[in-house]
């Protein structure tokens, strides 16, 4: 970097963010860039980046800093880091990057590619339901012009119970132990949001946007997520208690709205964000990642592991490509997106377990695609419903095999999914040894992988899925540069090669 940051970053990359010519920080590009790739890979806060920038003659080669030259004020960071979320390339710098790592030569010709993912935990506390809606009113007041005197006037069901009003950042002094206290209090909060939110303008606050209606939309959500009516009122007596189930996308803090429970394994339970990376196991190259809530068809292995891999620049689009990865992207709309594509799956299929314990699995049954239908190990064959169950009911009874199939009265009903076929298929060419043998050389690799990215930084440093993505390409960005630099990376004539 302190001989070629100039050729890595020139300063025609970062024109865009500075249309008028006008305003420019006399900072180079070139420099800030190098910063925050350091920043990213050591895992500083701002102010201890320019502390190295200051102190470090390491840092200063690096970033092509005098000796003698004092750093300049952290808030710098934060000014261009707004200007390139801000921007129509916001992950430029990772992009540069992948962009040396083609012009190396380092994947060419490999046309394999790991997919896994982590849980990075978030920057923020977990709050209770009690926390959460005495923070969001107390938000709604600051965000909302004129809020504060309709909390005053409306929501005063918490002090007529504690004594203590929305002025304070406190739980109440209430009997936290007595169950009786606990569900008072968490009626008083309800019927407050809820009297707040009555008599607020949400359709004009909503219209207008910004922060208001952020503000106010989260109050709603909060308010309702937790709760349900007590044991004996119909919901409009006033008188709630906690769920006794947890809401699927339940938002666990207002400082960050964005972060989620996470459950990876059984066992271990974070609260952050998910990591996703597409990785090149022989180099250990990162060419693709993501960062995602926790939670979400939107957000699982599958479905963003294949939006991932599919976009990756550096494969060869004429070339089969073999994609591995874990039983959690082996679901049926992830080998069809790979069938479309012609590229060949080394996912690990999907357990199947029967509901007899030694009995006979799904494989057991044969499956006519052309039909739509299944026929179980008797021979009898019954069509698939448009809701994708196969009922085989009455033909149960009397039936050899049942002790072997079901103990359910009604007979056996099979599930169907949509892309069944391809997940048979994909099953029997999992038993092979040559897939067998191919996904345990290549699969682990990413553990290699996941292990550089989270090593000092399984904390990520911001608020939000958006300012988190961000920071893992540049995270990514530096560990991939890493790579290069212990692989030989150098300049040969002007371009970039691998010694």
């Known amino acids: 970097m302190a001989e070629h940051r100039d050729r890595l970053f020139p300063s025609e990359l970062f ?28 895992g500083h806060s701002d102010r201890e980046a320019v502390d190295a920038l200051t102190f470090d003659l390491r840092w200063k080669a690096a970033c092509g800093y005098a000796i003698d030259k004092p750093g300049f004020d952290p808030s710098t960071l934060t000014y261009w880091r707004r200007r390139l979320a801000a921007s129509n390339r916001p992950q430029r710098i990772f992009e540069v990057v992948r962009e040396v790592i083609t012009e190396t030569g380092a994947v060419a010709g490999k046309q394999r590619r790991a997919l896994d993912s982590t849980i990075l935990d978030d920057a923020v506390a977990r709050q209770d339901t009690v926390t959460q809606l005495i923070a969001q009113i107390r938000r709604v007041g600051r965000e909302v012009p004129g809020a504060k005197d309709l909390i005053t006037e409306h929501c005063t069901r918490l002090a007529a119970l504690t004594g203590q009003d929305y002025h304070s950042t406190g739980k109440p002094p209430i009997a936290w132990d007595d169950p009786a206290a606990r569900a008072e209090l968490v009626s008083a909060l309800v019927g407050d949001a809820l009297a707040l939110l009555a008599v607020l303008d949400v359709e004009a606050i909503t219209k207008t946007g910004g922060k208001p209606a952020d503000a106010v939309a989260l109050l709603a959500l909060v308010a309702g997520q937790d709760v349900e ?43 952050g964000f998910k990591a996703h990376v597409v990785v090149e196991p022989d180099t250990g190259l990162t060419t693709v990642c993501a960062l995602t809530k926790t939670n979400g068809p939107a957000n699982s292995d599958a479905t963003v592991g294949a939006e991932l891999v599919t976009a990756d620049s550096t494969l060869a689009t004429d070339q089969q490509v073999e994609v591995l990865g874990d039983s959690a992207y082996a679901t049926g709309d992830m080998l069809h997106t790979l069938d479309g594509k012609k590229w ?27 039909a739509d239908a299944l026929t179980c190990p008797a021979g009898i064959t019954r069509k ?60 682990p690799m990413v553990e290699r992988s996941i292990a550089w990215l989270t090593r000092g930084a399984r ?22 540069l890493r790579r290069l630099l212990a692989m030989g990376l150098t300049m040969t004539d002007g371009a970039w090669a691998l010694a």
Do not use: M
């Open 15 to 42: 024109a865009d963010l500075f249309p008028t010519g006008r305003g420019r920080p006399s900072i180079p590009g070139e420099v800030i860039a190098s910063v925050i790739v350091l920043q990213a890979l050591y």
């Open 229 to 271: 009516p007590a044991e004996d009122s119909d919901g409009t007596d006033g008188r709630w208690r906690i769920a006794r189930k947890t809401a699927p996308d339940r938002v666990i803090s207002t400082v960050d709205p964005d972060t989620r429970h996470a459950h990876k394994t059984r066992e271990r339970r974070q609260d």
């Open 344 to 370: 060949l799956p080394l996912l690990k299929p999907w357990p199947l377990r029967p509901t007899v314990e030694g009995g006979f699995t799904l494989d057991d049954f044969r499956y006519d695609p052309d």
């Open 384 to 443: 698939r419903s448009a809701k994708g169950t196969v009922t085989f009911g009455a033909a149960c009874r009397g039936c050899p095999l049942r002790q072997r199939c079901t103990t359910s009265a009604s007979g056996r009903t099979v599930l169907i999914g949509e892309h069944h076929q391809l997940q048979r298929e994909h099953r029997k060419r999992a038993a092979d040894d040559g897939f067998q043998a191919d996904y345990r050389q290549h699969r």
């Open 459 to 480: 904390r990520v440093p911001y608020r939000g899925v958006e300012k988190n993505n961000n920071w893992l390409h540049h995270r990514v960005a530096a560990l991939n």
